[in-house]
């Protein structure tokens, strides 16, 4: 598929719909951070409408920049899910303390989701050992029904990193944790031609270590060069 542009332009990825977060409209003019990604049906569009309410963004915006600084900080979910071991995983208590980095996305997912996790695999690459070993990067499935612990624990050393949290579990927790900062998922649905579509956002959540406030975000342009030059601050808790 090819790029998407920013709301706005006169054309935008196919099989895209409506975006999934309610945001400040500064925000999405601006870094275009709401864009969904699905796995499209015979015509290449999905199914779903994202009709959920979610969390409002505020933040200041610099167009050079891919991240937005929020001034309304996240509180970390309150997800409690299984990882690629099949053990529970308390997100909070787990990302204590840590600098981390939340995605939602599904392993069947054509581009974006794992463009994303090889972006920051890269960038986290570039880090001193100390530094890699302090972020966590955690990927949480919208599509639990085919994405098991087993299916995440192959997936995502091959699309990202071998130590990256992969989570799933019971798809309404999912949704409701998703929502809680600001990232709107829709059910997985069967399209014309039997190919399942997942509708979520495609932002980036960055956590900070001091505050374990969610406080940056990333839309699905942010690349390689963008969180190789941000990790370091964030993985302090500053602003990038």
Same mark, same amino acid.
């Given at each position: 598929?090819s790029?998407?542009?920013?709301?706005?332009?006169?054309?935008?990825?196919p099989?895209?719909r409506t975006?999934?977060?309610v945001a400040?409209?500064a925000?999405v003019?601006?870094?275009g951070i709401?864009?969904?990604?699905?796995?499209?049906?015979?015509?290449g569009?999905?199914s779903g409408?994202?009709?959920? *309410?979610v969390?409002?963004?505020?933040?200041?915006?610099?167009?050079?920049?891919?991240a937005t600084?929020?001034d309304r900080?996240?509180?970390?979910?309150?997800?409690?899910l +299984?990882?690629?071991?099949?053990?529970?995983?308390?997100?909070r208590?787990?990302t204590?303390?840590?600098?981390?980095?939340?995605?939602?996305?599904? +392993?069947?997912?054509?581009d974006?989701?794992p463009m994303t996790m090889s972006?920051?695999?890269?960038?986290?690459k570039?880090?001193?050992?100390?530094d890699?070993?302090k972020?966590q990067?955690?990927?949480?499935?919208?599509?639990p029904?085919r994405?098991?612990s087993?299916e995440?624990?192959k997936?995502?050393p091959a699309?990202?990193?071998?130590?990256f949290?992969?989570?799933?579990?019971?798809?309404?927790a999912?949704q409701?944790?998703?929502?809680?900062?600001?990232?709107?998922?829709?059910?997985?649905?069967?399209?014309?031609?039997?190919s399942?579509?997942?509708?979520h956002?495609?932002?980036?959540?960055?956590? *900070?270590p001091t505050?374990?406030q969610g406080?940056?975000?990333?839309?699905?342009?942010?690349?390689?060069?963008?969180?190789a030059?941000d990790l370091?601050k964030?993985i302090?808790?500053e602003?990038?």
């Amino acid at each position: 598929m090819s790029a998407e542009k920013t709301p706005g332009a006169d054309t935008a990825r196919p099989g895209r719909r409506t975006p999934l977060i309610v945001a400040a409209v500064a925000i999405v003019a601006a870094l275009g951070i709401t864009a969904a990604v699905s796995l499209g049906g015979d015509d290449g569009k999905p199914s779903g409408t994202g009709s959920s *309410s979610v969390a409002e963004v505020s933040g200041g915006t610099d167009p050079t920049k891919a991240a937005t600084v929020l001034d309304r900080p996240f509180t970390k979910p309150a997800l409690v899910l +299984t990882d690629t071991k099949g053990e529970k995983y308390d997100l909070r208590e787990r990302t204590k303390g840590k600098p981390t980095l939340i995605y939602f996305g599904y +392993t069947h997912c054509p581009d974006v989701c794992p463009m994303t996790m090889s972006n920051i695999a890269i960038a986290k690459k570039q880090l001193p050992k100390a530094d890699q070993d302090k972020l966590q990067v955690v990927f949480v499935t919208t599509d639990p029904e085919r994405d098991t612990s087993a299916e995440l624990a192959k997936w995502l050393p091959a699309a990202g990193d071998s130590s990256f949290t992969g989570l799933t579990g019971d798809f309404s927790a999912i949704q409701a944790g998703a929502r809680q900062i600001g990232i709107g998922i829709d059910p997985p649905k069967k399209g014309k031609g039997g190919s399942v579509v997942s509708m979520h956002g495609a932002q980036v959540i960055a956590f *900070s270590p001091t505050t374990d406030q969610g406080y940056v975000l990333y839309g699905e342009d942010a690349t390689v060069d963008d969180y190789a030059k941000d990790l370091p601050k964030l993985i302090k808790g500053e602003n990038p």
